[in-house]
């Protein structure tokens, strides 16, 4: 079966606020993107669905999703729900579609979990929404999608269930969900000493949990010798049935939340070599704040999935999609040709630091 991809319209004209990191435009752009390169047929293409209340409660607290309803049904949340619940704050602010925009990106990986029940490859871009807490909005998320898979891939029956994240920041809402789980690994590549501050390289989540935090200026060499030396041999010791991608695009250089230096080159690498590991592989989105190279990056993923080929120029039509883009950072103001012109990075292979190295081998060495 084909890979199957997972979108919406509501994302298309939703923001956060002018002046929130998710002002931008992201996964309107990357399916814009995939079909003007001919790549998202009407077959490939699944619209998803909002996730009712009840669904959601696998996770989320009835009290917490009655408050986030009421908020945007009223556009506005008093001082104790917003102390209590986390909304309304400069993060997790106010907005339109602020219970209706996550709940579709809950949707789309409920549904994804479900089409995957007997095998297959599904992508929903719109999910990653890692920090989520039960009761709790944080860090951009009013739900946490990742969990809600998860949990449906349980209730189906799964056992080994692997979910590897290479966002920039941590996926403390994901960790504390299956802390102690003898039948979730999560294995976490982030930036150290970022918010939000966990994931620590001795936390192991009551043994659930590979944590690697690196520091500033990781480049694709390092991050290949994660991948080939930590990442694939944990995910393949584990025999999973299933496995989840996050695939968070705040990790590469361009991005203004963090300071790692990856190219896209490393998500498309990680994605390429899980892809086949199990027989179910669902990849989700997550972190990305430069609109050019989040497109790109996901526009990218999509072709991995599918063994298009990535073309060294885009078609005309495509670049016209990129070309639309605006944004009101200062990288916004005179941005690169290749950012218009290309999907691929060049690639930034470099030294790799020997501390990285050992922190890789020690954790290497407690796989099993």
């Known amino acids: ?94 907005f339109a579609e602020m219970f209706r925009r996550p709940a579709t990106a809950a949707g789309g990986s409920l549904l994804a979990a479900e089409l995957l029940r007997d095998g297959g490859i599904v992508y929903n871009p719109a999910g990653g929404t890692h920090h989520g807490l039960p009761d709790r909005a944080n860090g951009f998320c009013y739900l946490n999608d990742p969990v809600l898979a998860i949990l449906t891939f349980l209730n189906a029956g799964l056992e080994r269930i692997v979910y590897v994240d290479i966002d920039a920041h941590h996926c403390d809402g994901v960790e504390a969900a299956f802390c102690g789980s003898s039948k979730v690994r999560m294995i976490s590549v982030h930036e150290a000493r970022r918010w939000p501050f966990t994931g620590a390289l001795d936390d192991t989540a009551g043994g659930a949990a590979i944590n690697l935090p690196v520091t500033r200026g990781l480049n694709d060499s390092e991050f290949y010798a994660i991948l080939d030396q930590m990442i694939l041999p944990a995910t393949a010791a584990f025999r999973p049935q299933a496995i989840i991608l996050q695939c968070g695009a705040d990790a590469v250089a361009e991005d203004p939340l963090s300071r790692l230096s990856l190219s896209n080159n490393a998500h498309w690498r990680a994605v390429a070599h899980l892809r086949d590991m199990a027989p179910r592989f669902l990849v989700l989105g997550g972190g990305g704040y430069n609109p050019w190279s989040v497109a790109r990056l996901w526009a990218g993923v999509w072709a991995t999935l599918n063994g298009f080929e990535i073309p060294q120029e885009l078609n005309a039509k495509a670049q016209s999609v990129l070309g639309a883009l605006t944004w009101n950072r200062a990288a916004g103001k005179q941005p690169p040709a290749h950012w218009f012109k290309t999907l691929r990075d060049r690639p930034n292979t470099g030294e790799i630091r020997l501390d990285l190295l050992a922190d890789v081998r020690r954790l290497a060495s407690r796989i099993s």
Request: hydrophobic share 35%.
């Open 1 to 94: 079966m084909r890979p199957l991809f997972i979108g919406s319209e509501i994302y298309r004209n939703s923001t956060y606020g002018s002046k929130h990191p998710l002002a931008i435009p992201r996964v309107s752009t990357v399916i814009d993107l995939c079909r003007a390169q001919g790549w998202l047929p009407p077959e490939a293409y699944r619209v998803s669905p909002r996730a009712k209340p009840n669904a959601l409660r696998i996770f989320h607290t009835p009290d917490y999703i009655a408050a986030l309803q009421k908020a945007e049904k009223t556009q506005s949340v008093s001082d104790e729900t917003r102390q209590k619940y986390g909304l309304g704050t400069l993060s997790n602010p106010v």
